[in-house]
């Protein structure tokens, strides 16, 4: 049963190595291994019983090779002598044994040694190995080992040790098991290679730099896909983790469009919601084909409502506009500029200007419902002017029609010389009687006004 527990022993050694979290620390790629320490037999023929005790010193030395940063190649040579057996003839028994096998480092500080700096808290280290011995005669054997040292001075780490042997196939004992215990002396022989720099993704940027100061994505150029490198924003003045770093709506990449990091005059601002201080936002801009870096664009119709909010865009320069920016239209309205021939509902072609304003107006405002109202002078008889005017209402209406806005809007009535506007004893009294006038009759508050012929 004893050499059962043992053998559960190098495996319970074994299960502890494999869920180790293994990491890099003070030792080096090749290291020298010195473990001085007293032997005691605890099966076998030269096993300590009642009547004696076997004890004896030995040493044992050995050299590993790092394959990973938590594991070690090892060969080992050990030596030794028990005295004083009580169940042969011998005073002394000699001890020889050369090994191969792993050594383990689960737990390894990685700060440096004391004295530069680092801690000394060193590495638990696990060892298993196996060979040939020579102790009741050639023997093979097997040893497990667990021991722990400090990182003291560069380059050497001391420690306490303890090793079990159990050896097989012996002159008098089919089993020994031996145990060691004492002080271990390590040292650093060929310190490891420092690690080579990983760049994953190709930005210039590190992984470890990205995982611990940028904290950007390793595996990804561009971690916040706005159309710039990480490593550009890095060194430049916007978030790698913020696509928008100044949210005008605009991404990054799109505002620096030669992705150098720097911002060129034909460039918006990246860090400014709206670069030209115009007044609306870059974003807003560069979706309606505005200049982001212009700020006259902001309003480009000029009616002192920005684009951004202006409902009626490319209104005439100089309309009345509301708060939507979109035409006045008051209680009547006089279309000034509308003209026709002498004596005739023939439009003048200098009337256009007046009639689109009239047009934009009612598409600025499809709520409203107008009567265009005819006006002339008193030349001629009441019946004759009341029905030019009524006619010359109809041709603006007409043209209205022609031009997109819907009958259904609109009335017609003249009402000849019946209500003049000023005095009819003087031409220029006459010429303001003579006009076409918008009367609103449901869903307006007020009216565009002018002068009229």
């Known amino acids: 049963m004893q050499i059962k527990w043992h053998g559960a022993g190098v495996a319970a050694l074994l299960g502890a190595i494999l869920v180790a979290s293994p990491a890099s620390a003070d030792t080096g790629e090749w290291n020298l291994h010195l473990e001085p320490g007293v032997g005691l037999a605890i099966e076998g023929d030269w096993a300590t019983t009642t009547t004696g005790t076997n004890l004896g010193p030995f040493l044992a030395g ?6 990973l940063d938590w594991m070690a190649l090892e060969l080992q040579l050990s030596g030794g002598a028990l005295f004083t057996s009580p169940n042969a003839n011998e005073d002394v028994s000699p001890y020889f044994g050369a090994g191969f096998g792993l050594r383990f480092r689960p737990l390894d500080d990685t700060s440096g040694y004391a004295t530069e700096g680092g801690s000394a808290h060193g590495n638990l280290w696990i060892s298993v190995h196996a060979g040939f011995h020579y102790f009741d005669g050639p023997q093979f054997g097997v040893d497990g080992a667990v021991g722990y040292e400090l990182s003291v001075a560069d ?16 002159d008098r004992d089919p089993v020994d098991v031996l145990f060691t215990g004492g002080v271990s002396f390590s040292l650093e022989l060929v310190p ?12 210039t940027l590190l992984d470890d730099e990205e995982l611990t100061r940028t904290h950007t994505d ?9 159309g710039l490198r ?16 100044d949210g005008d709506g605009l991404l990054d990449g799109v505002e620096d469009a030669d992705h150098d990091g720097q911002r060129s005059p034909t460039e918006t601002d990246p860090l400014v919601v709206d670069t030209d201080q115009g007044g609306i936002p870059d974003g807003w801009e560069a979706e309606h084909g505005l200049v982001g870096v212009d700020p006259a664009d902001d309003d480009a119709d000029q009616d002192r409502v920005l684009d951004d909010v202006d409902q ?4 005439e320069p100089g309309a009345e506009v509301d708060a939507r920016g979109c035409v006045v239209i008051h209680e009547t309205m006089v279309l000034s500029g509308v003209q026709f021939e002498t004596d005739s509902a023939e439009l003048l072609p200098q009337s256009v200007e007046a009639l689109t304003r009239a047009r934009q107006a009612l598409l600025d405002n499809p709520d409203v419902r107008v009567e265009i109202g ?14 030019l005017s009524e006619r010359r209402a109809e041709s603006v209406m007409r043209w209205l029609v022609n031009h997109g806005i819907d009958a259904a809007r609109m009335t017609i009535r003249g009402y000849g010389p019946d209500q003049p506007r ?14 076409i006038e918008f009367r609103v009759l449901a869903g307006g508050d007020g009216t565009v006004t002018g002068d009229g012929d």
């Open 155 to 170: 380059p050497l780490s001391i420690g306490l040790f303890a090793r079990a042997t159990v050896l097989i196939g012996g």
């Open 422 to 435: 000023a005095s009819n004893d003087t031409d220029e009294g006459m010429a303001q009687n003579r006009r």
């Open 312 to 315: 009626c865009l490319g209104t």
């Open 230 to 245: 990480d490593d550009v924003e890095v060194r430049g003045p916007t978030d790698p983790r913020n696509p928008d770093t």
């Open 374 to 387: 005819g006006h002339t002078d008193i030349r001629g008889t009441r019946d004759h002017n009341r029905e």
């Open 62 to 67: 050995s050299v590993d090779w790092g394959v």
């Open 192 to 203: 490891r290679p420092e690690p080579v720099p990983v760049d994953s993704d190709g930005d």
């Open 218 to 226: 390793p595996n990804d150029p561009d971690t916040d896909h706005d």
